[in-house]
């Protein structure tokens, strides 16, 4: 059986490489950098109460335990420098993702196991995953690549605990700290943590259509 180690280094390599060109101040152009985001919005699939659901969320993987809280105190010291008329501040926010999450010297950081979300409708998807924790996560780049992620959903909505609390502050932080920040609306803002199960190479090739995968974490 084939590793799934090629959708890893499709789905994190392809988000941090242009995170570093970007970084770096390459040119690149639109549609380049639209293309690589198929890598960071799957749809997510969901069965419940709202019937056969599938919904396009942005998605990023995360890093093990033991770095969650030195690189969230990253995240919120550079979110906290934000003075509303900041134009450096998604430069320097790029920085900060290169050194903690995205430089290859920093790979054996990121947990490969799991991947986060967030919640910002809270309508379909919502209703099911409160009610069925399973899902299914389809990526598409065209013209030919795609996989199939299945695994189970844990939503940390409320400060049930410092864990759940520290999620939800991780996910929206890491949204943030490129795009303009709004605290004020995190606690708006459920976060998934979509643990990985099973991946299909679904791709139109010969060895995809359904291939199933050895998941090697």
Known sequence: MRTAEAFFNWAFKTRANTVMKLREGEDMTKEKIFLSFCSHTPAFVSHGPEGLNASVKGVGFLPKDEYLEETLE??????????????????????????????????????????????????HSWANYKENREAT????QPPMV???????????DEKE????????????????????????????????IFRIEEIYDNSASKDGFGTKLEFPY
């Open 137 to 140: 996560l389809i990526f598409y």
């Open 74 to 123: 990253a995240y919120l010291e550079h979110i906290d420098s934000y003075d509303g008329d900041d134009k450096a501040y998604s430069k320097r926010g790029l920085e900060i993702l290169t050194k903690y999450m995205y430089d290859p010297d920093v790979r054996h950081r990121i947990d490969f196991t799991k991947m986060g979300s967030l919640e910002m409708a809270k309508k």
């Open 161 to 192: 605990s410092k864990k759940q609390e520290l999620y939800q502050q991780f996910i929206n932080a890491q949204h943030d700290v490129y795009h303009r920040p709004n605290k004020a609306r995190w606690k708006e803002n459920p976060a998934y």
């Open 146 to 156: 795609s996989y199939e992620v299945r695994g189970k959903i844990e939503i940390y």
